[in-house]
């Protein structure tokens, strides 16, 4: 597996595909944890903070995410079916950038705050209240699942070179 990307065509029509939900009455529960733990390793192999199943070629309507608590400490979230289910009036623009458009770069405007729900593995409902950082990588996670990308939103959309 690896990490789909914009350049190439066909991994382009799934990138811009809105994602089925997970039937958690149906899939298997073992399958699913695997597929956390291989999206989990990925994301931190391409030093990302957040992958959606879409990246990976994988149909599925769930995403992994790792961002610092208040603390620093990393704080490990994986979501499926998620939805957002409020959006703070107040936005800020920061710049983001995305695995799956390496090495492009630009200012997106995104609710400071949101609430997501969705499932954990375990099936059990889960509703997070989320600002700063965490609700950025929850709206650009949601928004892939949705088949939308950052470069769809972002403000003047500029190139990095690797390793800068």
């Given amino acids: 597996m690896n990490i789909w990307s914009v350049a190439n065509k066909k991994e382009l029509?799934?990138?811009r595909s809105k994602m089925p939900e997970v039937d958690l009455v149906r899939t298997d529960k073992k399958e699913l944890k695997?597929?956390?733990?291989?999206?989990?390793k990925m994301m931190k192999e391409a030093n990302g903070i957040g992958l959606s199943a879409n990246q990976i070629g994988v149909?599925?309507?769930?995403?992994?995410?790792?961002?610092?608590?208040?603390e620093g400490r990393p704080k490990f979230y994986a979501i499926i079916n998620p939805k957002l289910t409020k959006l703070s009036i107040v936005k800020t623009s920061i710049?983001?950038?995305?695995?799956s458009v390496p090495l492009k770069y630009g200012p997106v405007e995104r609710?400071?705050?949101?609430?997501?729900?969705?499932?954990?593995?375990?099936?059990?409902k889960i509703k997070i209240k989320a600002w700063g950082l965490l609700a950025r990588v929850?709206?650009?996670e949601v928004d892939h699942l949705e088949g939308k990308?950052?470069?769809?939103?972002?403000?003047h959309l500029h190139s990095r070179e690797a390793g800068v």
């Fill in 13 to 15: 029509a799934l990138l």
């Fill in 34 to 40: 695997e597929l956390i733990a291989i999206m989990r």
């Fill in 59 to 70: 149909k599925k309507k769930m995403f992994v995410a790792q961002v610092p608590d208040g």
């Fill in 111 to 124: 609710p400071e705050k949101v609430v997501l729900e969705g499932y954990a593995v375990d099936g059990k």
């Fill in 95 to 99: 710049e983001e950038g995305c695995l």
């Fill in 138 to 140: 929850f709206q650009h």
């Fill in 149 to 155: 990308l950052f470069i769809d939103k972002a403000s």
